[in-house]
């Protein structure tokens, strides 16, 4: 289970990070009669964020053969886990992003709406916003623990034990309702770890805006070549483009792309990149990689890959692992929530001996 694990994340690093390349880009109209294939889809990525809002769904569905084959090592709970996560529409992320104005518009220092939704097994796990630098949160904490093999009440006569000022914020937690961190209060929090210098977590900052601007173009750049100079492009007409070339080299190039996102992760290490780049040279040369790009009314619409193709056979059971990445921008505006239950992060850090 472990070796089908980290070829999945290997399969996942080359086709999830094309997709995420799909993600950032659209047209302003046609493909174009005078473009080839690779310069139609070149020039559908180059055009970001030309809309208010955006959103961007993935979408991993395995199919029953598959799903056996991932838990054929796993003991009777872990595999009924895994069967009930990847049911009823499988595994569903969706990122969507929202502004006053166009989304490539944006200077350094005005940060769109955001939310990310986590759907599994068709039921809705975690949904996070950060509104107008204010940030909430809202879990399906029954799910969680019944995953868990824990029980509320366990849980709930441990939570007793946290300081006063948490209890009504964990109290609305645990019922699936909204808890939230203020505008001023993030800030803060921001400013405080960038005082503790070059202990952990400061080092897990984010980087500054203009930093992750850089750090965008490189990627958008590097993708770029992963699609157009180390790869394939067919027109299958009726908008669809066929992307095909070899597994390592394309994977090669993702990984180089999105390295220094990796690092900015907190938690990730030069460890877990240098496994991920060890993964991708024990693929043989001789593999393959195909996977489908639509555009609709001039936009990058959506992209499928099946990650089962990265592995062989015998680890698949002669199942499938589709990959399907959906894109919009006719998405709706990020907004607030209402009945949220607000952390005192000032209180809270005092709580425990600390101050903002």
């Given at each position: ?16 990070s ?18 080839n ?7 559908a ?31 009777p ?16 992320v ?26 599994a ?27 868990a ?158 990650l ?10 002669g199942?499938?692992l589709?990959?399907?990445a ?15 239950t ?15």
């Amino acid at each position: 289970m472990r070796a089908l694990t980290m070829t999945i994340a290997v399969g996942a690093v080359a086709g999830l990070s094309l997709t995420a390349c799909s993600s950032s880009g659209s047209t302003g109209g046609g493909t174009g009669g005078s473009k080839n294939p690779t310069e139609a889809l070149a020039a559908a990525v180059h055009n970001i964020n030309s809309g208010n809002a955006e959103a961007f769904q993935l979408s991993l569905k395995p199919d029953d053969a598959m799903i056996a084959a991932m838990n054929k090592d796993s003991d009777p709970q872990s595999a009924q886990i895994a069967k009930s996560l990847f049911s009823n529409g499988g595994i569903v992320v969706k990122f969507t992003a929202s502004s006053d104005k166009p989304l490539k518009d944006l200077k350094p220092g005005e940060n769109p709406n955001v939310e990310l939704d986590l759907t599994a097994g068709g039921t809705d796990f975690l949904d996070i916003r950060m509104v107008g630098g204010a940030l909430y949160a809202k879990a399906n904490m029954p799910q969680f623990l019944q995953l868990a093999g824990k029980s509320a009440s366990d849980v709930n006569s441990q939570l007793s034990q946290a300081p006063a000022d948490f209890q009504a914020p964990l109290q609305a937690l645990m019922a699936g309702k909204w808890v939230g961190v203020s505008a001023a209060d993030l800030k803060n929090l921001e400013q405080m770890a960038q005082n503790l210098g070059n202990s952990d977590l400061g080092s897990s900052t984010a980087p500054s805006t203009s930093a992750g601007t850089q750090m965008l173009a490189g990627i958008e750049s590097n993708l770029m070549k992963a699609l157009t100079q180390d790869a394939t492009v067919t027109d299958k007409g009726s908008g669809q483009y066929e992307v095909s070339g070899k597994v390592k080299v394309i994977g090669q190039d993702v990984l180089q792309a999105i390295t220094p996102t990796l690092s900015a992760v907190p938690g990730k290490s030069k460890a877990d990149i240098d496994k991920l780049r060890q993964g991708l040279n024990s693929v043989p040369d001789s593999e393959n990689v195909t996977f489908n790009v639509w555009l609709k009314s001039g936009q990058i619409s959506e992209l499928q890959v099946d990650l089962a193709q990265f592995l062989p056979s015998s680890q698949t059971g002669g199942g499938h692992l589709p990959v399907d990445a959906k894109f919009s921008q006719t998405a709706g505006s990020v907004s607030a929530p209402g009945d949220v239950t607000n952390v005192d992060v000032q209180k809270l850090l005092s709580s425990f001996g600390q101050g903002l």
